[in-house]
């Protein structure tokens, strides 16, 4: 359900969602000012494509493996990728909160965003960590 408009379109029913709430991954949607530039790289690359919060999703992943990345330095190995990756404490531009991963914990996303339909588009009501 992280695309609440497409949903409506399949329900079909005028104010079906008008009181519904989901959870999504990620804080802001394509349409928010927050992505404007990811907006216009999509758009140069994908012209006439429809940017959707999945696309977001999958930039926010490469967000955080580039900071990986950039941790683990210039001589680069799948160990010192592991090794970055298991201390990492990054705020992405697009997850409701840091991806923080450690050698005993790779449950690294515990941020949500409360989302609802308003006038047919999402937007973020609110956002919360979950219990540790």
């Known amino acids: 359900m992280g695309d609440l408009p497409v949903l409506a379109k399949q329900v079909g029913s005028p104010g079906a969602l008008d009181n519904?709430?989901?959870i999504s991954?990620?804080?802001?949607?394509?349409?928010d000012k927050e992505m404007a530039d990811w907006r216009?790289?999509?758009t140069q690359y994908y012209p006439g494509e429809t940017m959707s919060i999945?696309?977001?999703?999958?930039?926010?992943?490469?967000?955080?493996?580039v900071e990986?990345?950039?941790?683990?330095?210039?001589?680069?190995t799948r160990d010192s990728f592991v090794k970055?990756?298991?201390?990492?404490?990054?705020?992405s531009t697009i997850y409701p909160g840091a991806i923080v991963c450690t050698v005993t914990d790779h449950q690294c996303h515990k941020h949500a965003?409360?989302?609802?339909?308003?006038?047919?588009?999402?937007?973020?009501?609110?956002?919360?960590?979950?219990p540790k």
């Open 84 to 91: 970055a990756m298991d201390k990492i404490d990054f705020k």
């Open 40 to 42: 216009r790289l999509f």
């Open 54 to 65: 999945y696309h977001l999703l999958g930039v926010a992943s490469a967000q955080v493996v």
């Open 25 to 31: 991954h990620v804080r802001y949607m394509p349409e």
């Open 113 to 130: 965003a409360f989302v609802q339909l308003v006038d047919g588009r999402i937007s973020t009501v609110a956002t919360t960590s979950l």
């Open 68 to 76: 990986a990345l950039n941790q683990a330095g210039k001589d680069l």
């Open 20 to 22: 519904m709430y989901a």
